[in-house]
C-alpha cells in the first residue's frame, strides 16, 4: 500500500525558515518525480514544486521561486521541502504528492504569524 | 504560465442529476489534464487522468472529456458521496496550474 507521510509543520514567525519532510513507503521511491502542493485555509490548491525520479530536474511555481528548495534522498525513501523567508501568504496545509499526484499525504499545517 | 478557467464556481444539483464541470486552457496542452475531488478535511483525490482517463477505483458515472482547450468533468448520475470540491489541474509545462476549484453541492 502506498503510503506518504509528511512531517515538520508548525507555527514559525515570518522571515524564518521550515524543512517539511515526506516519508514514501509502498512503492520504490526512487521511480517516481514527486510534488509538494499547497492549500491555503479555505482557498483552492497552489501547484508548488516538482523534482524528477533523479533529482536531475526540479521546478517551482513562481510564488516559491528562490525562496523554497525541493529536494529528496532516495535512501531514505524521503522528499524534502526546505522553506526560507517565510511570509503569511505562505500560510497553507502542505501536501506531498507522487508522480501522476495519484497519491497524496495527509498533509501538515504551515502557519507563518509573528 | 498557463492559466486554467474553471466553471462553475458553484454547483448546486441534485442526487440523479448530470452535471459538468469545465476548465480552459489559456494555451494548448493537449491531453495533459487531471481533474481531483477533494471532501472537507481530505487529501484530494485522482479522478481523471489524460483528459479522458478515469483513475483506478473511480466509479464509472465519472467521465472526462475534451473539445479543444475545453475539459469537461460529468457525473452522469450524482450521489450524495459526490458533493465535494473539483480541481483541474494541467500538467503540461512548469508551473503547473489547477483551476479555482467548483464546489458541489446539494440543491
Known amino acids: 500500500e502506498v503510503q506518504l507521510v509528511e512531517s515538520g509543520g508548525g507555527l514559525v514567525k515570518p522571515g524564518s525558515s521550515l524543512k517539511l519532510s515526506c516519508v514514501a513507503s509502498?512503492?520504490?521511491?526512487?521511480?517516481?518525480?514527486m510534488h509538494w502542493i499547497r492549500q491555503a485555509p479555505k482557498k483552492g490548491l497552489e501547484w508548488i514544486a516538482l523534482?524528477?525520479?533523479?533529482?536531475?530536474?526540479?521546478y517551482y511555481a513562481d510564488s516559491v521561486k528562490g525562496r523554497f528548495t525541493i529536494s529528496r534522498d532516495n535512501s531514505k525513501n524521503t522528499l524534502y521541502l526546505e522553506m526560507n523567508s517565510l511570509r503569511s501568504e505562505d500560510t497553507a496545509m502542505y501536501y506531498c504528492?507522487?508522480?501522476?499526484?495519484?497519491?497524496w499525504g495527509q498533509g501538515v499545517m504551515v502557519t507563518v504569524s509573528s | 504560465d498557463i492559466q486554467m478557467t474553471q466553471s462553475p464556481s458553484s454547483l448546486p444539483a441534485s442526487l440523479g442529476d448530470r452535471v459538468t464541470i469545465t476548465c480552459r486552457a489559456s494555451q494548448d496542452i493537449g491531453n495533459y489534464l487531471r481533474w481531483f475531488q477533494q471532501k472537507p478535511g481530505k487529501s484530494p483525490r485522482l479522478m481523471i487522468y489524460?483528459?479522458?482517463n478515469l483513475a483506478a477505483g473511480v466509479p464509472s458515472r465519472f467521465s472526462g472529456s475534451r473539445s479543444g482547450s475545453d475539459y469537461s468533468l460529468t457525473i452522469s448520475s450524482l450521489e450524495s458521496e459526490d458533493m465535494a470540491d473539483y480541481y483541474c489541474l494541467q500538467s503540461k509545462e512548469s508551473p503547473f496550474t489547477f483551476g479555482a476549484g467548483t464546489k458541489l453541492e446539494l440543491k
Open positions: 523534482i524528477y525520479y533523479d533529482s536531475s530536474n526540479k
Open positions: 504528492a507522487k508522480d501522476i499526484l495519484s497519491y
Open positions: 489524460g483528459a479522458t
Open positions: 509502498g512503492f520504490t521511491f526512487s521511480s517516481y518525480g
